[in-house]
């Protein structure tokens, strides 16, 4: 089999979720490493442009299949659809219940258009946005924070060890990989237990220590863990 490449840069989960993924399926990849910005090597440039219009990251090809994907969402379900046959990260519409395919969806979702945006624009404005604005920063921690208690409230109804109470699956790795920015970001995790548990249980995981510790490839694109891992 071909290696894939994974096309990343040095900030943000999204590439690291599809990282998570390739590892927990044991697919062979590199990874490609962009700068932002519009030059040679940036995000915005006329090389990365070419594989997506939008520049920006993920960005997976595959040369066993010929597939260009980006989005961190099309990405992983593209990976999922092609190499995750047995079901491993996913549910089988053959035998899932229609209430655990739902269940799959609308997490996937949540996370997807609602967590990740929030986190998104709360790290935005705490650290990044040239002007002090401190309203839109405490709209965007209000927001991140009624997220983070939403999905506590999940966790703690399914278990406390994976966001769906079928177990580990694709859902974990899209919603790990924001959350673990929960210190960077500023949030209070206070009364958050469920979350706390989940983090520590995910945070364990061999891929976790390969995409942001041990592999020498993802260390040297991504560089070192930036954000804490909670041992709970």
């Given amino acids: 089999?071909?290696?894939?490449?994974?096309?990343?840069?040095?900030?943000?989960?999204?590439?690291?979720?599809?990282?998570?993924?390739l590892e927990v399926l044991k697919l062979p990849y590199?990874?490609?490493?962009?700068?932002?910005?519009?030059?040679?090597?940036?995000?915005?440039?006329?090389?990365l442009t070419k594989l997506?219009?939008?520049?920006?990251?993920?960005?997976?090809?595959?040369?066993?299949?010929?597939?260009?994907?980006?989005?961190?969402?099309?990405?992983?379900?593209?990976?999922?659809r092609t190499y995750d046959t047995s079901h491993v990260l996913h549910p089988d519409p053959a035998t899932a219940s229609q209430q655990d395919l739902v269940d799959y969806d609308k997490w996937t979702s949540f996370i997807i258009t609602t967590l990740g945006p929030m986190m998104g624009q709360l790290n935005w404005?705490?650290?990044?946005?040239?002007?002090?604005?401190?309203?839109?920063?405490?709209?965007?921690?209000?927001?991140?924070?009624?997220?983070f208690k939403t999905l506590n409230a999940q966790l703690e109804?399914?278990?406390?060890?994976?966001?769906?109470?079928?177990?580990?699956?694709?859902?974990d790795c899209h919603g790990y990989c924001w959350c673990r920015q929960w210190d960077y970001a500023g949030l209070?995790?206070?009364?958050?237990?469920?979350?706390?548990?989940?983090?520590?249980?995910?945070?364990?995981r061999e891929e976790v220590a390969k995409?942001?510790?041990?592999?020498?490839?993802?260390?040297?694109?991504w560089g070192p863990p930036q954000y804490i891992i909670i041992d709970g």
């Fill in 1 to 21: 089999m071909k290696e894939l490449v994974l096309h990343g840069h040095e900030t943000g989960p999204n590439p690291y979720k599809v990282a998570f993924v």
């Fill in 30 to 47: 590199k990874t490609v490493i962009w700068e932002l910005g519009d030059g040679p090597s940036g995000v915005k440039g006329p090389e």
């Fill in 52 to 80: 997506n219009p939008n520049g920006r990251v993920p960005v997976l090809q595959d040369a066993n299949t010929g597939v260009v994907a980006w989005e961190s969402m099309a990405v992983i379900n593209y990976l999922l």
């Fill in 125 to 147: 404005f705490t650290h990044y946005h040239e002007t002090k604005n401190e309203d839109a920063r405490k709209r965007y921690y209000d927001q991140a924070m009624g997220c």
């Fill in 157 to 171: 109804k399914a278990g406390g060890k994976s966001i769906l109470a079928s177990g580990f699956s694709a859902v």
């Fill in 188 to 204: 209070d995790l206070t009364g958050l237990e469920g979350i706390k548990r989940w983090m520590g249980t995910v945070g364990r």
């Fill in 211 to 221: 995409i942001y510790q041990d592999n020498p490839n993802a260390q040297k694109a």
